[in-house]
Nanobody
Framework: QVQLVESGGGLVQPGGSLRLSCAAS????????MGWYRQAPGKQRELVATITDGGRTNYADSLKGRFTISRDNAKKTVDLQMNILKPEDTAVYYC?????????WGQGTQVTVSP
């Protein structure tokens, strides 16, 4: 089993920044992809960004330039730096880890962007 624990969510004003972190533990093999997804009220969960163990990144087109994903393979952590936040970024953000055919999810952390 794999456990993912997110931190760093909260309330921020439009134009502000937040940094989310996720720590993975458990039965983690040598090759895995980590990422962030989000789900706004009444909407489906959507991709934010992913990063492979080799550092290759993939972003949702609408978030390129504002969000940056990074990871520390030694610590088994993945971070998401979010800048110039907008009210439409309000959502529950979920950390993910995918290895082989298995996908694991964190509990989610709430991000609210509001004046």
């Amino acid at each position: 089993q794999v456990q993912l624990v997110e931190s760093g969510g909260g309330l921020v004003q439009p134009g502000g920044s937040l940094r989310l972190s996720c720590a993975a533990s458990g039965s983690i093999f040598s090759s895995y992809t980590m990422g962030w997804y989000r789900q706004a009220p009444g909407k489906q969960r959507e991709l934010v960004a992913t990063i492979t163990d080799g550092g290759r990144t993939n972003y949702a087109d609408s978030l390129k330039g504002r969000f940056t994903i990074s990871r520390d393979n030694a610590k088994k952590t993945v971070d998401l730096q979010m800048n110039i936040l907008k009210p439409e970024d309000t959502a529950v953000y979920y950390c993910s880890l995918k290895q082989s055919v298995w996908a694991y999810w964190g509990q989610g952390t709430q991000v609210t962007v509001s004046p």
